[in-house]
């Protein structure tokens, strides 16, 4: 074989296994699942990778925390209420990487379980090319809790939060404990919240008919927000109940607005 035989050959293999180890995203809308290693213990997590064509060189990204039924350890279930449907229904279109953690039964969003979902979008960031700038945290119920607590925990690191029927403080209808305990401390933790979250752009749902966790979590929150001028607009959607999530994820208006959504 001459020498120009061999490169060639040789370019022909190098040109296979690049494109055997091309990012995920190359193939296509899809989920994918991935596991890290925090604490001793495995956390295994899901993540939608947007097909190339959709999501572009650098994709936005967003960080999906789902509620108190979605917890448990079978990595499923977090896909199964919220954002997951809506992203099936659309999965050749969609132009974000979504990062969907699930936490432990009997847990909340913060502590060890904030920092492991924060690991999650890190390590999704890297591995699929997500576009740092542009990252946006959503989560409902709970994990509309979670939105403030991890929000808290790292203020500079999100482009915009979107908390759908989450709230600050105890709801009285909610028997585990259920509060940001990033301001659980603060006289007004709806005040102290908002002061320190007041450069983030937020859109807030609630369900004007929600019993779970009362829509006066995300007035009170608005309203503190609005009092230091920061950037929120708040959707109260008459004749919903808790589950307003389906009706909020599926806003044309929602997705316009995260993915013109910058980091300062």
Known sequence: MSNVSRLFVLLCLALTTACAHRPAREAGGRFVERELQMGGATHRYQVFVPSAQAGGRHPPVILFLHGSGERGSDNR???????????RKHLPDFPAIVVMPQSPEGQSWDGANARMALAALDASVREFDGDKDRIVLTGLSRGGYGVYELALME???????????GGITQPPGVPER???????????????????????????????????????????MAEALRRVGANVRYSELAGVGHDVWDRAYAMPELWAWVFAQRRR
């Open 77 to 87: 279930k977090q896909t199964e209420v919220g954002l997951g449907p809506y992203l």
């Open 155 to 165: 203020p500079l690191r999100f482009a915009a939060l979107v908390p759908v029927c």
């Open 178 to 220: 259920l509060q940001v305990e990033g301001v659980a401390q603060a006289p007004d933790p709806f005040v102290a919240a908002a002061q320190r979250l007041q450069h983030l752009p937020m859109w807030l749902f609630h369900g004007a008919e929600d019993a779970a966790v009362t829509p006066d979590q995300s007035r009170h």
